[in-house]
């Protein structure tokens, strides 16, 4: 089994930054993207920003030069540096990794989420 586990996440006031960070272990073989989610009150979850494992980089426009996501494949961890936090960026953040690993024999590929951390940038 994959777990991800996420931290960093809590209050901030406008203005303010926060980085998060999240690591998977487990039975893992390799991980090609890995990324974040968040999710609002009300809202669907949506993309914030993933990385693939050589490194290229896919933001939301919303965030595009305001968050940075960078990993470091040798701890399989991935990182989310969030700077001039807003009101709007409060929300549920997600880690979300693509994993590779052997069962039964057998190569397989899986999608594997964390358990969320809370963001909430207010006053």
């Known amino acids: 089994q994959v777990q991800l586990v996420e931290s960093g996440g809590g209050l901030v006031q406008p203005g303010g930054s926060l980085r998060l960070s999240c690591a998977a272990s487990?039975?893992?073989?390799?991980?090609?993207?890995m990324g974040w989610y968040r999710q609002a009150p009300g809202k669907q979850r949506e993309l914030v920003a993933t990385i693939t494992t050589g490194g290229s980089t896919n933001y939301a426009d919303s965030v595009k030069g305001q968050f940075t996501i960078s990993r470091d494949n040798a701890k399989n961890t991935v990182y989310l540096q969030m700077n001039s936090l807003k009101p709007e960026d409060t929300a549920v953040y997600y880690c979300?990794?693509?994993?590779?690993?052997?069962?039964?024999?057998?190569?397989?590929?899986?999608?594997?989420w964390g358990q969320g951390t809370q963001v909430t940038v207010s006053s």
């Open positions: 487990g039975s893992i073989f390799s991980i090609r993207t």
């Open positions: 979300n990794a693509d994993v590779g690993y052997y069962s039964g024999g057998g190569y397989r590929r899986q999608d594997y």
